[in-house]
């Protein structure tokens, strides 16, 4: 099946500063890729999403762009927020069939401090 | 409109005691899943059901757990005999599921935080 791995945190930052959370796949045929995030106390939402090679997804100032040479998906932000401050997971579909139910990287807590 | 609501937010339970867990999906929503968010395992897939057809239970960790879907909307989680490993925050998730909808978005429940002591 498909697999992810995600940079372990957790990761501090100052606000205002540039963010990056990688996540590598490895995965038959070319799924639709996720950025999930959780805020303290709040259930996941979905982030931003890739559907193809080359797409990049973007959301709140958040972006990540699917490359397949490299079979990376990472989170970029120019300039965080300290409401920027959750736990990010890259996530894609279990298997490249007909699941959907996905399989989740190990997740990253990121502290945006003022 | 409504999201995914679960009950109870949270659980706390003595070891070998059953437990149900439940999930309101989002109104329309043919899809839903269960997952498992635990410190050592980090999120891990359990079960989907998608409409009337037979539930996918490949990521059911034992056959202590099982789940059902009722009229194709609430869900029932339930885990017999528990077992201190079997505490972690139990997320519910549904998704509009079409013919080539491998990109739909899953919205998730606030979960229910499981304490086996």
């Known amino acids: 099946g498909n697999s992810v791995t995600q940079m372990e945190g957790p990761v501090t930052l100052s606000e205002e500063a540039f963010l990056t959370i990688n996540c590598t796949y490895t995965a038959t045929g070319y799924p639709s890729l996720f950025w999930y995030v959780q805020y303290p106390g709040e259930g996941l939402q979905l982030l931003l999403k890739?559907?193809?090679?080359?797409d990049k997804g973007s959301n709140k100032g958040f972006e990540a762009t699917y490359r397949k040479e490299t079979t990376s998906f990472h989170l970029e932000k120019g300039s965080v927020q300290v409401s920027d401050s959750a736990v990010y997971f890259c996530a894609l579909p279990i298997s490249s069939g007909s699941a959907r139910q996905l399989t989740f990287g190990s997740g990253t807590q990121l502290t945006v401090l003022p | 409109g409504a999201g995914v609501s679960q009950s109870p937010s949270n659980k706390v339970t003595e070891k070998g005691k059953d437990v149900e867990l439940r999930c309101d999906p989002i109104?329309?929503?043919?899809?839903l899943y269960w997952y498992r968010q635990s410190l050592g395992q980090g999120l891990e897939f359990l079960i989907y059901?998608?409409?009337?057809?037979?539930?996918?239970k490949s990521g059911l960790p034992s056959d202590r757990f099982s789940a059902e879907r009722t009229g194709g909307s609430v869900s029932t989680l339930t885990i017999q005999r528990t077992q201190q490993e079997d505490s972690a925050v139990y997320l519910c998730a549904s998704s509009l599921a079409r013919a080539r909808g491998l990109g739909r978005e899953q919205f998730f429940g606030p979960g229910t935080r499981l304490t086996v002591l």
């Open positions: 109104s329309g929503h043919t899809a």
């Open positions: 059901f998608q409409g009337n057809s037979a539930p996918d």
């Open positions: 890739a559907t193809k090679a080359d």
